[in-house]
């Protein structure tokens, strides 16, 4: 075991000389991540707001039930606020005002007007309407008001054939009283927003997590390709004639991947953490993924050292793979969202086994981890059986 460190130590103090896994395994990763996060994150992390203003010109009871129900209920909501203005020129005034974000006038992002005549119409023939003025700061802002008035222009409609049915069937009262009352009948049906407890990564730390593991197969691939270095260089004879068991060989190159690879994933760990705000989750089942994770990548990029010819005919066969691999496995973007084959077959792969492990970490516990972790060791034992095979075969040669 001893000589295995020795050798593990040898190629390790070759990487950091030559600054390659410094470059592979930390610096491109890091900074594909820093572009990731600030490209597309503040998509992933969108917060809705809007500022709107109505104007009640009719008093009468169906606009009030808009005003102070309807509206009152969307400024339930912190980022919605609703004003109340007296004159229609007003607020089409401050719709009016061009969006600038450092202006002292605030600006608004629709206006309701609501005209006289407005109740009356859930007795009349003519429909009733209501103004709605969209601002030039937000399409969504202004879209959502035109969906909240259409949603009760509907309900007026749903009131205006109710008080229609009463007098068909000859039903004493009040007109207007029973409009008002079916307006104020609750949807049968209702849509309400929930906010997941778990299987869901944020865009900052998914980006993270992918490029880390992605990445890592190029890493590991220094430690596991270094056999095929050697024989290039000459020295490979010499250690298969010094007194070292083959199993010493083998072993140290499979500890400097070892290390390399957690080197790495430890610092992209703690740098998106503390730079980008990822969220990996509890330390001990991380730490689990990121040790299964290096042991499958030692296994699959030692096959293709083991059966490769050349050192840069196995840099390009690893190159190959990892890329396949990374983009299968949904490194760079949510394969598992677009359904169909292509959701199933990623699982073949280590990388989306170690994202699955992530999702399920975020908002989970330790024991959730464990199916992710037991499919990485498997990667790693068997393709690590198969590259011992060939690695061995090929020093007796």
Request: proline share 4%; glycine share 10%; charged share 15%.
């Amino acid at each position: 075991m001893g000589t295995a460190w020795i050798i593990a130590s040898k190629d390790l103090k070759q990487r950091i000389r030559d600054k390659s896994a410094l470059i592979v395994g930390i610096i491109a990763p890091l900074a594909l991540a820093a572009i990731f996060s600030f490209v597309f994150n503040p998509i992933q992390d969108f917060q809705f707001s809007a500022d709107y203003i109505v104007v009640d010109e009719d008093g009468g009871p169906a606009a009030r039930l808009f005003v102070d129900q309807v509206l009152a209920g969307l400024a339930s909501d912190e980022s919605i606020t609703v004003e109340e203005l007296a004159s229609r020129d007003e607020a089409q005034a401050l719709v009016d005002i061009e969006f600038d974000p450092f202006a002292e006038t605030d600006s608004a992002d629709a206006a309701f007007i609501i005209p006289a005549g407005f109740s009356a119409a859930i007795t009349s023939p003519n429909p009733a309407r209501m103004e709605v003025f969209a601002g030039r700061g937000s399409d969504t802002a202004s879209g959502v008001a035109v969906a909240v008035a259409e949603q009760f222009a509907s309900q007026l409609q749903t009131a205006r054939v109710a008080t229609a049915t009463a007098e068909s069937f000859g039903l004493q009262g009040d007109r207007a009283e029973i409009g008002l009352r079916a307006l104020r009948v609750p949807n049968l049906a209702s849509v309400t927003d929930a906010q997941a407890t778990s299987k869901i990564l944020s865009g900052t730390t998914f980006y993270a997590a992918g490029l880390a593991i992605f990445f890592l197969f190029f890493t590991v691939q220094f430690g596991v390709n270094s056999l095929l270095e050697e024989r290039h260089a000459g020295t490979l004879p010499r250690l298969l004639a010094a007194p070292i068991p083959k199993m010493a060989i083998i072993g140290g190159k499979a500890i400097s991947a070892f290390v390399l690879g957690t080197v790495s994933m430890a610092v992209l760990v703690v740098a998106t953490s503390l730079m980008f705000g990822a969220e990996w989750g509890n330390p001990v089942a991380v730490s689990l993924l990121i040790l299964a994770g290096i042991v499958a990548a030692i296994g699959i990029m030692g096959i293709v050292g083991a059966f490769a010819k050349t050192a840069e005919q196995a840099a390009i066969f690893s190159s190959i793979i990892a890329v396949v691999l990374g983009f299968l496995g949904g490194t760079f973007f949510p394969v598992g969202q677009a359904g169909g084959i292509i959701a199933k077959l990623r699982f073949i792969t280590p990388h989306a086994w170690f994202m699955q492990g992530l999702g399920d970490l975020a908002g989970g516990n330790l024991a959730d981890v464990f199916p992710a972790v037991a499919a990485l060791l498997i990667f790693g034992a068997v393709c690590g059986l198969l590259a011992y095979v060939g690695v061995r075969r090929g020093l007796s040669a």
